[in-house]
């Protein structure tokens, strides 16, 4: 089993372009969780699926932040326009039935600074 | 929302106990959670507890009180690879975590 993917593991980007970053969940899982994590805020949740509808988006910071799920095996998690304050580290979770949906299982996660 | 406090930093000797106290206050509660998170890694599932009592996994072991709030992990035969952040997290109604800022345990020989 490769465990949730991630990409890219680490970008740099400037203020304003526009940053897409994907997630590859555990195939069968079917719960699958965005998390963004800074020494400031610690690690918070901004928004989950399950079978591939968005169910809780409040953690969303602002409009600027979008995610989709086209499919069971893929999530983008999207900022446009990017700033510098949304630099963190970018984790993916997902799970499954098998354990009560109790473990949720990471991704490495990405790297995010904007300049 | 969620409420949850725990201490920053502890420090312990290698083959020490160290016991994590989480305090929590939620609308909801569906299930405590305790995460393993080494500096720059991804974190991972450590415990669960949705009831009362202790419940023991090898080294480390989780309690829970729902009455009072609280509960902690407590962390045995401590080895240098137990330095990492642990991070306590509340489930509520539904399937979301809300996580504590986390406790960083360092190890010393």
Redesign the interface.
């Known amino acids: 089993d490769a465990g949730v993917i991630q990409s890219p593991r680490h970008e740099v980007t400037e203020m304003g372009q526009e940053v897409t970053l994907r997630c590859k969940p555990i195939s069968g899982h079917d719960?699958l969780?965005w998390y963004r994590q800074t020494m400031m805020r610690?690690?918070?949740?901004l928004i989950?699926f399950?079978n591939n509808v968005p169910?809780?988006d409040s953690g969303m910071p602002e409009d600027r932040f979008s995610a989709k799920m086209p499919n069971a095996s893929f999530s983008t998690l999207k900022i446009q326009p990017s700033e510098p304050r949304d630099s963190a580290v970018y984790?993916c979770a997902s799970?499954d039935a098998l354990a009560g949906?109790?473990?949720?299982?990471?991704?490495?996660?990405t790297r995010l600074t904007v300049l | 929302g969620q409420n949850i406090d725990q201490p920053t930093e502890m420090t312990a000797t290698e083959g020490a106990i160290v016991q994590i106290n989480c305090t929590y206050q939620t609308s909801g509660f569906n299930g405590l959670f305790w995460y393993q998170q080494h500096a720059g890694e991804a974190p991972t599932f450590l415990s669960y507890n949705v009831l009362d009592g202790l419940e023991e996994k090898g080294r480390f072991s989780s309690f829970l009180s729902r009455s009072k709030g609280y509960s902690y992990l407590l962390l045995k035969e401590l080895q240098m690879k137990d330095s990492a952040s642990y991070l306590c997290a509340v489930r509520d109604g539904d399937y979301k975590l809300s996580f504590g800022a986390g406790t960083t345990v360092t190890v010393r020989a």
């Not at chain 1, 610690?42 to 949740?45: C, F, N, Q």
């Not at chain 1, 949906?101 to 996660?109: I, K, L, S, T, V």
């Open positions: 719960y969780f610690g690690l918070e949740l989950y399950n169910i809780d984790f799970s949906y109790n473990e949720q299982f990471f991704g490495p996660g």
